[in-house]
C-alpha cells in the first residue's frame, strides 16, 4: 500500500444467490483509489461495477447477496472484517455515496432538510436546529437557489438535477474522504450532466475528495477520471490511466467499447461499429475468458484458461490487463 | 384546505338523502309491520281502536306521504318518537353512541398495535419460522367470525372478575380504567380479525419499502438499521396501511352491532337489533343517517389523514 493510497480492493468476490445457481457478480476484484484521484470504473450493465462499491460499504443484501473473499482496506483496516457498527461509523461519514436515480433515491415523504441534516446529526453530534442551518447552507453550496425555501420542500417538488444536487450535498455533508458515484448523471439530461459532473469536480477539487466514479458512459470517463477500470463480467479487464487507456487500449473489450463511440466525422459515412453478441450469463460461466464468444481475436486458449492479469510497463506509467495476447508478464506490450 | 373540507362535509347531504330514501323504503318491506308486532296474535280490538292504533302508528297515509313529513321533521330537528317506548328517538342514540364508538375505535386500536409491530417484524424475518407462524395466525383471524369469537371469549373469561361487562357497564369517564378492562375482549374480538388484515398490509408494504432505492440511500448514510426501518421504510410502509384502515374503520362499526349483543353492551347496536326486530321504524331510520354520517366522517379522516402521511397528495377540489 502505497502512502497515497486511501483505499485498496484485494480480491473482492461477491456472490448472489439466484435461482440457476451462484452467481459470481464480481469476482477477484483488486484495484487502488489514490488520495485526491478519480477512478473510473466503466463496464456495460450487469458487469458488476455497483455491486462492487456496495460491496466497499457493506451494503449488499444478505440473503441473496454475499461477500465471499477479499480485503477492502481503508486506513490500515479491512472493511469487511470490522464490526457493523464500527461500519456504522464510516458510511456516509469517510465513505459516502450518490446513486443513479435521485428521485427514487431521496425518501418521498421526509423534508429535503431533514434528510441531510440527519448525517449530520448522526455523524458529527449537530442538535438539530445547527444541523438545519447548516444543511440549508449546503444547500446554498451546492447552487440550490433560495435555499430556505427548498429546504422546506419534499423531493417530487425538485427537478431532476435539483434532486441530484441535493444527494451531492447530503454525500459531501460529511467532507468524506471518499465519495462513491453510481451512475450519478445517466438519468439526467444532458445539459444538467455537464452541471452535475462540474459540480462533483469542484467539490471534490474543494474538498480533496478521492472520487470513484461508476458509469456506462465512456464521454464521463473522458471528462472526470484519472484512472479507469474497465470490468466485464464480474472482473477487471483493463485497468490504465485515462489518456493511455483512450490513447492504445489494449484489451480487445475495451478497443470494442471506444470504438463503438460515434465520432462526428464518421457520422451519415459509415456504420457505428457495435461488440457482437451479449455478456455472458454469470451463473454459467464457461471455463476460459468470459469474453471469448464476442472477441474477434480469440485463440485457442482463451477456450480453455482464463487470462491472468498481466502488469504492462509504459512510459506513462503502470497498467494492467486481462487478456491472452499479452502472455508475458512484465514484458512491454505490444502497442 | 378548509374549503376542501367544507366540500367534503356538503356531500353528506346527498348521501343522506340516498339513504334515507333506501332505508325508509327498506324498512316498511320486511314483512310484518309495527303495529302488527305490536298486536301480536291475541289481542282483539274493535275498528275504531285500530284506527286509532293505525293513526299512532303512523300507517294511516302512504307511504312516499309519510317520508316527506319525516323528512321535514328532521329538517326541523325533530327525529321523531319510538313506537314501541313512545321516548324521542334522539336522546336514547345519542346516549348509547359513544359506547358504540368506543368500541370501534378501541378495536381499531387494537389491531393497529398488534397488526403494525407483526407486520413489520414479519417482513425483517421474511420466510423464517416465525413469519410462517405469523401469517398463519393472521391467516386464522381471518377466518374466524367475530361473533364465535365474542362467544369464546364469554365461555373462558366469564369467571374472571372485570373482564366481561354483562350488563354492568361503566363509562370511560367514571372510572377509566375498569372501562377500558370491560371493553377489552369486547374490542379485541372485534378487531382481531382486522388486525390480520393490518398485519399482512404492513408486511407486504414494507417487503416492498425495503428494496426501494432510498432505503439503500438511508444505509449509505451510517443510519443504524432500527432508524432506518422505522423513519425511512416505515414511513412509507405505512401508506397503504392507512387506506385499508379507512375502509375496515365502517366494517368495524358494523360488526360491533353484534358483539354487543354477545357482551350484553348497551351500545348503538344492540338498539338497532331490537329496533328491527320491533319494526320499531323511526329508530331505525335514525341509526342508519347516524351510521352514514360515520361512513362519511370516517373517508374525510381517512383522506386528511392520508394527505398528512405523504405530502405528494395535495387535496385538491375535485372539479376543475
Same mark, same amino acid.
Given at each position: ?36 484521484q ?5 463496464g456495460?450493465s ?32 479491512d472493511?469487511?472484517?470490522v ?48 444541523a ?9 453550496i451546492?447552487g ?11 423531493p417530487?417538488?425538485?427537478s ?11 454525500a459531501l ?12 448523471t445517466?438519468?439526467?439530461d ?6 452535475i ?66 465520432r ?21 460461466l ?25 502488469v504492462?510497463q509504459e512510459a506513462e506509467?503502470?497498467r ?8 508475458q ?7 | ?8 362535509? $356538503?356531500?353528506? /347531504?346527498?348521501? @343522506? *338523502? #340516498?339513504? !334515507? &330514501?333506501?332505508? +325508509?323504503?327498506?324498512?316498511? =318491506?320486511?314483512p ?20 286509532q292504533l ?34 324521542p ?21 387494537l ?5 403494525i409491530?407483526?407486520g ?12 410462517? $407462524?405469523?401469517? /398463519?395466525?393472521? @391467516? *386464522? #383471524?381471518? !377466518? &374466524?367470525?367475530? +361473533?364465535?369469537?365474542?362467544? =369464546? ?10 373482564w ?11 372510572n377509566?380504567?375498569q372501562?377500558?378492562?370491560?371493553f ?5 374480538a ?13 408486511r ?18 451510517g ?6 426501518i ?7 410502509a ?5 387506506t385499508?384502515?379507512?375502509f ?10 353484534? /358483539? ?12 338497532a337489533?331490537?329496533a328491527i ?15 352514514a ?18 405530502p405528494?397528495?395535495r ?6
Amino acid at each position: 500500500m502505497h502512502e497515497t493510497t486511501i483505499l485498496q480492493v484485494e480480491g473482492l468476490v461477491t456472490e448472489f444467490k439466484s435461482e440457476r445457481g451462484i452467481v459470481n457478480a464480481v469476482n477477484k476484484v483488486s484495484f487502488d483509489l489514490e488520495r485526491g484521484q478519480t477512478l473510473g470504473i466503466v463496464g456495460e450493465s450487469g458487469s458488476g461495477k455497483s455491486v462492487t462499491n456496495l460491496s466497499i460499504l457493506r451494503l449488499i443484501e444478505y440473503p441473496p447477496g454475499r461477500i465471499t473473499g477479499g480485503k477492502v482496506l481503508f486506513h490500515d483496516q479491512d472493511l469487511l472484517s470490522v464490526s457493523e457498527n464500527e461500519m456504522l461509523s464510516i458510511r456516509g461519514k469517510h465513505i459516502s455515496m450518490i446513486f443513479q436515480d435521485p428521485l427514487t433515491s431521496l425518501n418521498p415523504v421526509i423534508k429535503v432538510w431533514k434528510q441531510i441534516a440527519e448525517t449530520l446529526m448522526l455523524h458529527q453530534g449537530m442538535k438539530k436546529q445547527e444541523a438545519k442551518k447548516q444543511a440549508i447552507e449546503l444547500l446554498r453550496i451546492i447552487g440550490i437557489p433560495d435555499p430556505e425555501m427548498r429546504a422546506e420542500c419534499y423531493p417530487h417538488q425538485f427537478s431532476g438535477g435539483m434532486r441530484q444536487r441535493v444527494m451531492i450535498a447530503m454525500a459531501l455533508s460529511c467532507n468524506p474522504d471518499i465519495l462513491i458515484a453510481d451512475e450519478p448523471t445517466t438519468a439526467l439530461d444532458v445539459t444538467i450532466q455537464a452541471q452535475i459532473l462540474d459540480l462533483i469536480r469542484e467539490k471534490k477539487e474543494q474538498y480533496q475528495t478521492s472520487v470513484i466514479m461508476i458509469t456506462h458512459d465512456l464521454g464521463v470517463i473522458a471528462e472526470m477520471c484519472d484512472q479507469v477500470c474497465v470490468m466485464y463480467a464480474g472482473r477487471i479487464v483493463e485497468r490504465a490511466g485515462v489518456e493511455a487507456l483512450f490513447g492504445s487500449p489494449k484489451h480487445p473489450y475495451t478497443r470494442g467499447l471506444l470504438e463503438s463511440i460515434p465520432r462526428m466525422g464518421n457520422v451519415g459515412t459509415q456504420r457505428l461499429h457495435s461488440i457482437k453478441g451479449s455478456p455472458p450469463d454469470l451463473a454459467n460461466l464457461p471455463p476460459g475468458c468470459p469474453f471469448r464468444d464476442r472477441c474477434d481475436k480469440a485463440m485457442d486458449i482463451c477456450a480453455s484458461q482464463l487470462p491472468p492479469e498481466v502488469v504492462l510497463q509504459e512510459a506513462e506509467g503502470e497498467r494492467t490487463v486481462a487478456c491472452w495476447l499479452y502472455p508475458q508478464e512484465g514484458k512491454h506490450g505490444r502497442a | 384546505m378548509g374549503k376542501y373540507i367544507v366540500k367534503r362535509l $356538503l356531500s353528506l /347531504i346527498p348521501v @343522506l *338523502i #340516498g339513504v !334515507s &330514501l333506501i332505508v +325508509f323504503f327498506m324498512v316498511r =318491506l320486511i314483512p310484518g309491520s309495527a303495529l302488527q308486532m305490536y298486536m301480536g296474535t291475541q289481542v282483539e280490538a274493535t275498528p275504531e281502536q285500530m284506527e286509532q292504533l293505525k293513526r299512532l302508528f303512523g300507517e294511516d297515509k302512504p307511504i312516499p306521504v309519510l317520508y316527506i313529513e319525516w323528512v321535514g321533521d328532521i329538517m326541523r330537528g325533530d327525529f321523531g318518537y319510538s313506537l314501541r317506548t313512545g321516548r324521542p328517538v334522539l336522546p336514547d342514540i345519542l346516549s348509547r353512541l359513544p359506547i358504540s364508538l368506543e368500541l370501534t375505535l378501541y378495536s381499531l386500536v387494537l389491531a393497529l398495535l398488534i397488526g403494525i409491530p407483526l407486520g413489520i417484524l414479519s417482513s425483517l424475518k421474511q420466510d423464517t419460522f416465525g413469519d410462517f $407462524l405469523n401469517r /398463519i395466525i393472521g @391467516l *386464522i #383471524g381471518l !377466518s &374466524l367470525p367475530q +361473533f364465535w369469537l365474542a362467544a =369464546l371469549m364469554v365461555i373462558a373469561f366469564s369467571s374472571s372478575q372485570g373482564w366481561i361487562p354483562m350488563g354492568n357497564y361503566v363509562s370511560l369517564f367514571e372510572n377509566p380504567l375498569q372501562n377500558l378492562k370491560m371493553f377489552f375482549l369486547p374490542s379485541l374480538a372485534i378487531g382481531f380479525g382486522f388486525a390480520a388484515v393490518v398485519m399482512r398490509y404492513t408486511r407486504n408494504s414494507m417487503l416492498e419499502v425495503l428494496q426501494m432505492d432510498y432505503v439503500r440511500t438511508a444505509k449509505a448514510k451510517g443510519l443504524p438499521k432500527r432508524k432506518v426501518i422505522i423513519i425511512h421504510a416505515l414511513k412509507n410502509a405505512i401508506l397503504p396501511v392507512i387506506t385499508v384502515t379507512g375502509f375496515n374503520a365502517g366494517y368495524l362499526l358494523g360488526g360491533s352491532i353484534v /358483539i354487543e349483543e354477545v357482551f350484553a353492551l348497551p351500545g348503538m347496536g344492540r338498539l338497532a337489533l331490537y329496533a328491527i326486530n320491533q319494526r320499531d321504524y323511526p329508530v331505525i331510520q335514525a341509526i342508519m343517517l347516524v351510521i352514514a354520517s360515520l361512513f362519511v366522517l370516517v373517508n374525510l379522516v381517512t383522506d386528511l389523514v392520508y394527505a398528512m402521511a405523504d405530502p405528494r397528495i395535495r387535496l385538491v377540489d375535485e372539479e376543475k
